[in-house]
């Protein structure tokens, strides 16, 4: 299988931040917003740089999702940065009116999201978030997988016109996605072509979708690893293309198995070519305090985790 | 003022219509919109600074956000009698397939509207933001809010009207329907909004009050007051003293006609206490 090596340990935080400032250089129509929390998403060279566009809102993230709206009449392009937890269901019914059915062209950028947030438990561990924003109207949702990668959507989605909820993550993790790789939105990633079992992973799981599959070829067994980074909207020719030639399927994510990647997959290929399929994500429970990788492997969402489903969706193929 | 009795035929006939919308599909919220419809009609014929036509960004002309959305029988009315929309159009209101939805949105391109409202509270952030893009953008032209009293019960408003003073967004009126009234009953029974003057300037508004909210002359001079204080580091509230129901005898001092459509009968009684003025559409 295709090699990647990880070019230094990052936070997509960081990717954030720094894509955040790339915009902020490049884009005179980019402001920022930030709920009491700049240090956290990684947003001080923006605000450095940009004073005059940083609104600092305070402990108020209702009122964060409001005046992003209200921005975006006289053709700002705001971002919002809070943990993800206070980006989704803190603030559910705002971003439904003001932005999604006001079809506003605001960012939603949410840090910490799922369980390697670590340490401050499951008050901060959202794992609802993509179900929430995926059922919204018009919400494009993406999970970047690395710090390259994160850098590389905050700057794509300046560029779409439209709702957008970007989530990512605070702890280091592996940076391997090429620098220099475009982001396509809604546009799923080859990392590794393989016939047995199609791995699909969104988020911190890619890289563990790969760590997998390395150690799944070693036992002869063959698997095609995609990134996808967008969740909605779904690259399904993607999937469809991939299971036609692997005839199973893993999904894997950061989030509980229920309205996350995993059951756009499963409703996705059930309408067009129906496929065993096995789950990687949260079953349906809250998280607790840990180390990040501690509670990966607790709630099941390392390499193993996936390793163990490919070998039981091998089965059922 | 020789506009006033244009302005007072234009009010007599917003009135008209409310009644005549929320009639004909039995359901909208009457009491409000008649409540409010001296101060949209002056707000949109004397004291905004607008452009022709409509644009989404609406630089360089003063904007509006009608926060209470369920009052969108006079918020709809006034747009089309101002030339938004054709009057007719105020036939398909809450109809299937049309663009005066049960309450304002931007879904269906309706011009005029520049934020969906219903789901309250929501009305003043959007505007704060507003606001601040017109700093961004050296627009020195005003943001104009409404708001339900009872809405004021929704804790997003409290972080508004805070960020509001800290930030010193002094190119903002939001003026609060003072009408005393929500669905249940009394805001006094209901949850008593307390002193709202005093809460507004402790969190550092400058409040000015128009005690005679249904009387246009008073509205109009008591807004021309408020946007002269506008510029001056503060964010600017009116309390509008009105009447929910105000022009409809059997409606007014009640909240039984908050989102209560009238009958056959009533709408007869109801329109003939306002007679038609420059035609109904």
């Known amino acids: ?317 | 003022m020789p506009k006033l009795q244009e302005l007072q035929d234009l009010t007599v006939q917003v009135r008209r219509d409310i009644l005549r919308m929320v009639h004909k599909v039995n359901s909208g919220h009457p009491g409000g919109s008649l409540g409010c419809t001296e101060f949209m009609v002056a707000l949109y014929n004397e004291l905004m600074e607008l452009k022709e036509g409509f644009d989404m960004d609406g630089k360089d002309e003063d904007l509006f956000f009608l926060s209470n959305g369920h009052i969108s029988p006079v918020f709809y009315s006034v747009l089309a009698r101002k030339g938004y929309f054709p009057i007719e159009e105020l036939n398909t209101f809450r109809l299937i397939d049309s663009r005066l939805q049960g309450h304002p949105t931007t879904h269906e391109g309706l011009p005029g509207v520049r934020i969906a409202s219903g789901s309250l509270g929501q009305g003043m952030s959007v505007a704060l933001g507003a606001a601040q893009a017109k700093k961004l953008n050296k627009d020195s032209k005003l943001v104009y809010t409404l708001h339900g009293d009872g809405e004021l019960q929704e804790g997003q408003n409290w972080e508004a009207i805070m960020y509001a003073a800290g930030n010193k967004v002094d190119n903002l009126i939001s003026t609060i329907d003072y009408n005393g009234q929500q669905i249940d009953g009394a805001t006094e029974d209901v949850l008593p909004l307390g002193n709202l003057k005093e809460k507004f300037e402790a969190f550092g508004w400058d409040v000015v009050d128009i005690e005679e909210g249904n009387n246009i002359e008073a509205v109009i001079k008591g807004m021309k007051e408020a946007k002269s204080r506008t510029g001056k580091g503060k964010p600017v509230c009116v309390l509008l003293h009105t009447v929910m129901g105000n022009g409809v005898d059997f409606m007014m001092y009640t909240h039984a006609w908050h989102g209560k459509a009238p009958n056959d009968e009533q709408l007869e009684n109801a329109l003939s206490q306002n007679p038609e003025t420059i035609g109904d559409y």
Request: hydrophobic share 40%.
């Open chain 1, 1 to 317: 299988m295709k090699k990647y090596i990880d070019q230094g340990k990052n936070d997509t935080r960081s990717g954030f931040g720094a894509g955040l400032a790339e915009l902020g250089r490049s884009n005179p129509n980019v402001v920022a917003l930030c709920a009491d929390l700049v240090g956290s998403l990684k947003m001080e060279k923006f605000i450095e740089e940009n004073p005059e566009r940083f609104f600092q809102i305070g402990i108020a993230e209702a009122n964060m999702m409001g005046i992003a709206a209200g921005l975006t009449i006289g053709g700002k392009i705001p971002f919002t940065g809070t943990f993800a937890n206070f980006s989704t269901g803190r603030v559910y019914d705002q971003i439904r009116q003001s932005i999604a059915y006001s079809n506003k062209n605001v960012k939603i950028c949410a840090s910490h999201a799922g369980v390697t947030l670590g340490e401050d438990g499951a008050t901060h561990q959202i794992l609802e978030d993509i179900g929430m924003m995926k059922m919204l109207p018009g919400m494009t949702v993406i999970n970047p997988c690395d710090y390259n990668q994160t850098k590389a959507a905050t700057i794509a989605i300046a560029e779409h016109e439209g709702p957008v909820y970007l989530r990512f993550g605070r702890p280091k993790v592996a940076n391997f996605t090429p620098v220099d790789q475009k982001f396509e939105i809604g546009k799923a990633l080859m990392l590794s072509e393989g016939t047995d079992v199609t791995i699909v992973a969104t988020g911190h799981l890619v890289w563990e979708a790969l760590i997998a599959a390395e150690s799944l070829e070693k036992q002869g067994i063959s698997a095609e690893v995609i990134n996808i980074h967008t969740i909605k909207p779904f690259d399904g020719e993607a999937i469809l293309k991939s299971v036609k030639k692997t005839g199973c399927i893993v999904s894997a994510e950061e989030h509980n198995y229920m309205g996350g990647l995993g059951e756009t997959v499963a409703g996705y290929l059930s309408t067009t070519l129906p496929t065993p399929q096995e789950f990687v994500g949260t079953k349906d429970t809250f998280g607790e305090s840990g180390t990040p990788e501690q509670l990966m492997a607790k709630y099941g969402l390392d390499n193993q985790a996936i390793e163990k489903a490919v070998l039981k969706v091998l089965k059922r193929k």
